[in-house]
């Protein structure tokens, strides 16, 4: 892809990374990336390689990345996964190398079988690949295989060059897409060592952030923490969400306490890569979803898509492909005036007796009640309804759990129908995220 190298060069000594408050050009970038090719001629690693890819959005992950690109070899990003994710993630990649720029140094591991056929094929055609892991609560992760031309051909198209702060790692699509977006535009990428709610608003500050792409669940909880009033965030331009449905709630409190920020959704998959998205507005959850060559259709309710951003297939599993190409992302929708609403998982829809309940339009609703941190809904299976609503918490202060359950059934049965009031509901301690700032339910909590 001698194209972004060019984007990249373009930028002469103008700032592409910063990373602990260093920042590195992107003509530094590319001289460190041709460093590590001659490193890995060295060691022997060949053209496409499979190799894992230990680290976070250091200018030494990031010149390696684009080396490992040039090579046209398989990468693995391990930027987040636990000690036990890890080596199942290599060896379900089939990783020939694993390398942990930084001082970690290379290790190269012992085939142990020949390479999958999708792999084979971006051998043979001389591209570069992705490995995605999938982030199901349910079953192994899935390894999605992407091929990086594929992946990337939407950069070509220049758009405006932002300073954008990189929320997600390299391990996740949407830390992946902001990256390269930046890279291919010639903005800079400035890289958080921390995550929490003060340190991302100091980074923005510090460096003039001017788009914050995140999640729901971190922007509810930089609302809680306040952060907001102890850092100047007026470089602010544009804060996009995606990876989970976003509750009405948080989106008009983040409307109020950062009127100049312009609020949009985005919409990916590791199986699909970043979709364009068009939000109808600021406080508007009703999206259009589209991008060159990317067609949509609704079918049974759910979201299909077909695009040319799609992985390769699965290095574990069937591929998830119909015939004419398709892929079910099993995301129900609401279609209303040419726009469309995504109401979360099919999976994860609440059926009460025969009727809907979407989880976040009820985590939208707690969320309003004082002291609540953190909210989570989910379907419980009840003998005579077949599912009932059960709503787990974190809290601000500490609160006897009964004072909590009361007070929130009053506050519920103000605002929604009986059937949506959760009939269960768990004080607990802890998060209710995961290391993503995506929401998660924890298991074996007491209601």
């Not at 952030?209 to 544009?238: G, I, K, M, W, Y």
């Not at 989970?244 to 109020?256: F, G, S, V």
């Not at 985590?363 to 989910?378: F, G, I, M, Y």
């Amino acid at each position: 892809m001698r194209w972004l190298g060019d984007r990249i060069r373009e930028r002469g000594d103008a700032p592409a990374l910063v990373w602990r408050d260093e920042a590195v050009s992107g003509g530094e970038l590319l001289e460190r990336a041709s460093g590590c090719g001659a490193e890995m001629d060295g060691l022997g690693v060949p053209r496409g390689a499979v190799v894992g890819l230990e680290g976070d959005l250091s200018p030494a992950t990031c010149s390696l990345l684009l080396a490992l690109i040039d090579r046209a070899a398989v990468c693995v990003p391990l930027a987040s996964a636990a000690p036990a994710e890890r080596d199942r993630f290599l060896e379900i990649a089939g990783a020939e190398w694993v390398a942990a720029p930084g001082g970690g140094g290379w290790t190269q591991r012992e085939p142990f079988r020949p390479p999958h056929d999708l792999v084979a094929r971006l051998r043979a055609d001389g591209e570069a690949g992705l490995v995605l892991f999938t982030s199901g609560s349910t079953g192994e992760p899935k390894a999605a295989l992407h091929a990086f031309p594929r992946l990337l051909e939407k950069f070509r198209e220049p758009r405006k060059a932002l300073r954008t702060l990189v929320f997600l790692l390299l391990d996740h699509i949407g830390g992946v897409n902001t990256l390269f977006h930046v890279l291919a535009n010639g903005g800079t990428a400035v890289a958080a060592e921390r995550r929490d709610p003060d340190a991302v608003c100091a980074a923005i500050a510090r460096w003039g952030v001017q788009l914050l792409p995140t999640t729901p669940t971190f922007l509810n909880l930089l609302l809680l923490s306040e952060a907001h009033t102890r850092h100047d965030l007026s470089s602010l331009e544009q804060i996009t969400y995606g990876t989970e449905p976003m509750p009405q709630a948080t989106l008009d409190r983040l409307r109020q306490v950062l009127p100049g920020a312009r609020l949009s959704q985005t919409y990916g998959l590791s199986e699909l890569g970043i979709l364009r998205v068009r939000s109808e507005s600021s406080g508007s959850l009703r999206v259009q979803l589209g991008g060159a060559g990317v067609e949509t259709r609704v079918v049974d309710g759910t979201l299909r898509i077909r695009t040319p951003s799609a992985m390769l297939g699965y290095l574990n599993a069937a591929s998830p492909f119909d015939a004419e190409g398709w892929y079910d992302t099993e995301d129900e929708v609401l279609q209303e005036d040419g726009w469309c609403r995504l109401l979360g998982r099919r999976s994860e829809i609440i059926n009460v007796g025969g009727q809907k309940v979407y989880p976040v339009e009820v985590e939208s609703v707690l969320l309003t009640l004082p002291n609540v941190r953190e909210a989570a809904v989910v379907g419980e299976p009840h003998p005579l309804t077949g599912q009932i609503v059960a709503g787990y918490l974190t809290l601000r202060q500490p609160e006897p759990t009964e004072s909590v359950r009361r007070r929130l059934r009053h506050h519920c049965s103000a605002l929604l129908p009986s059937f949506k009031v959760p009939q269960r509901i768990a004080v607990v301690d802890g998060d209710l995220h995961s290391v993503r700032f995506k929401k998660t339910i924890p298991r074996g909590s007491d209601g």
